[in-house]
């Protein structure tokens, strides 16, 4: 099993008297940096940080069923704000920061829904199909997770201006929290967003506007917008609130504690999550590699990572490619090679799932790790059943957007193959809101005027004259 364990070099040993610090995920460099030099990417040698604790320093708790204790108490002292964060409960297997100088919004407060009738629908046992509905955080996903952990980072280092590259709900989730966090000169942070021309769904960007984000539509896609926010925190000197940033990983972790904590602290057999950018992907692999190196689980669940067949990089270099992590040393000869195919072709991600509408994931060797530790595999399901998965949970009293959809298509696919079998216990993260979308959602049901081209569990509105005889009539058919 891949464990995070680098070499100690010259570099690393200078902030070794730190409890936290920043590594490169390359085994063979593994420089490391304190944790108050905003770095992106190694410096050495171009690699992915990840945010690494000297547990023998920490003070980690023996069982996870020390967390149970943290449900919220009531009151304003510093503990009681962080035990109501679904972030901060878990702190201690994030110690980067003091309590005191924790960020929260009461972000995390997601429970694992036991979803019966779900998985009668789908063929799975009952008691084995549960959702992680992430579309419950204060900004409707779950993207909350990550921005309490970085931008508690912005303020240790004093940022006022901040941006990231969005298909929308990272911006959302970014405008909120900026709008909570004072700088260090007592003002609000500056946020400043990066959006793809006409792609983003209206409930997010609404809420970018709605909470003062500076925000930029560029004649683009994602893939562009993150080219540009990245040029962006060099020039202009923004704080990068994207998942490249190692501290939105540790945040992310922690849905992954949530789901282990609705189970009893049992393992599932299977996580599944919709891949766009990789950052949960990463940042669930990574809970699980500490966990077990931490001896607090003996098992690790396997991952289904599920793309848009119109996005599907992850799958084409994973699943066609076999591209591995190899210990760090995975072939980049032939991912850039793939990459140089996909633009001498003029191949775009596309995909009604604008969410996840990203052909270029940064997080791309993060996510790798992650499936090499958690047994993982990709899927890509196509746009009809990412929106049939999405009409089944609304149909079941859930809802979500259409990217978290691609979970329970996913889902349906490997339950198809017997990859999972219906005894399994799976777990299918429901990443946003199904109120972030509802365009999508409505044209699923109603279709065109006169209902044809609605989905196959479309639930149309019927049309009926403003007389009561007519409802009754109707309500009798
Ligand atoms: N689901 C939703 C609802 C998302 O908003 C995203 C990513 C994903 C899934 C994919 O997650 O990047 O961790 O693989 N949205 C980003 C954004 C890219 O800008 O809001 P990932």
């Not at 309490?148 to 909120?176: D, P, V």
């Not at 904590?261 to 950052?279: A, C, M, Q, R, S």
């Not at 793939?338 to 791309?364: C, D, F, H, Q």
């Amino acid at each position: 099993m891949r464990q995070l364990h680098l070499p100690i070099n010259d570099l690393t040993m200078s902030v070794m008297s730190d409890l936290a610090f920043q590594q490169c995920m390359a085994p063979d460099c593994g420089a490391a940096y304190g944790l108050d030099v905003v770095l992106y990417a190694c410096r050495r040698c171009g690699a992915l940080l990840d945010i690494r604790y000297d547990w023998s320093r920490c003070t980690v708790p023996k069982s996870l069923s020390f967390f149970e204790s943290r449900w919220p108490t009531p009151g304003r002292s510093p503990e009681a704000r962080a035990d109501f964060s679904g972030v901060w409960r878990f702190r201690e297997l994030l110690p980067f920061e003091s309590i005191e100088k924790l960020v929260t919004i009461g972000e995390g407060r997601t429970l694992l829904q036991q979803a019966d009738e779900l998985a009668k629908k789908l063929g799975v046992k009952p008691g084995c199909l549960y959702l992680q509905y992430e579309g419950f955080n204060p900004s409707g996903s779950f993207k909350d997770n990550g921005m309490a952990a970085a931008f508690t980072m912005a303020r240790r280092l004093g940022r006022s201006r901040i941006g990231c590259a969005s298909t929308g709900n990272t911006s959302a989730s970014m405008a909120m929290y900026a709008r909570h966090t004072p700088s260090s000169n007592g003002h609000s942070m500056q946020a400043v967003v990066f959006v793809g021309g006409d792609k983003i769904a209206f409930g997010k960007l609404a809420q970018a506007l709605d909470f003062g984000a500076k925000t930029i539509q560029i004649d683009g896609d994602f893939d562009q917008c993150m080219k540009l926010v990245q040029e962006a925190a060099d020039r202009l000197g923004l704080y990068l609130m994207n998942s490249v940033n190692p501290f939105r990983i540790e945040g992310q972790k922690t849905i992954m504690y949530r789901v282990l904590e609705g189970l009893g602290w049992e393992v599932p057999d299977w996580v599944i999550v919709p891949g766009g950018n990789l950052g949960n992907t990463s940042a669930f692999g990574k809970a699980f590699i500490e966990l077990r190196e931490l001896g607090l689980l003996k098992r690790i669940p396997r991952m289904a990572v599920i793309n848009a067949v119109g996005a599907n990089t992850l799958y084409e270099l994973h699943e066609r490619e076999k591209i591995r992590f190899d210990n760090g040393r995975w072939d980049r000869t032939r991912v850039e090679a793939w990459y140089a195919r996909m633009s001498a072709e003029g191949r775009r991600a596309k995909t009604v799932a604008s969410a996840i509408e990203i052909g270029r994931p940064v997080n791309l060797p993060r996510a790798l790790r992650s499936l090499e530790a958690m047994d993982g595999v990709v899927r890509q399901v196509s746009d009809e059943a990412i929106l049939d998965g999405k009409a089944l949970v609304g149909a079941y009293g859930y809802g979500c957007e259409p990217a978290s959809g691609a979970s329970i298509a996913g889902l349906r696919l490997l339950l198809e193959e017997r990859a999972i079998s219906p005894s399994d216990r799976v777990v299918c993260i429901l990443t946003g809101h199904q109120l972030k979308d509802p365009d999508v959602t409505v044209n699923y049901h109603r279709g065109s005027r006169d209902g044809t081209g609605a989905g196959s569990y479309a639930n149309p509105p019927v049309r009926c004259a403003a007389d009561i005889e007519a409802i009754a009539k109707l309500l009798d058919t």
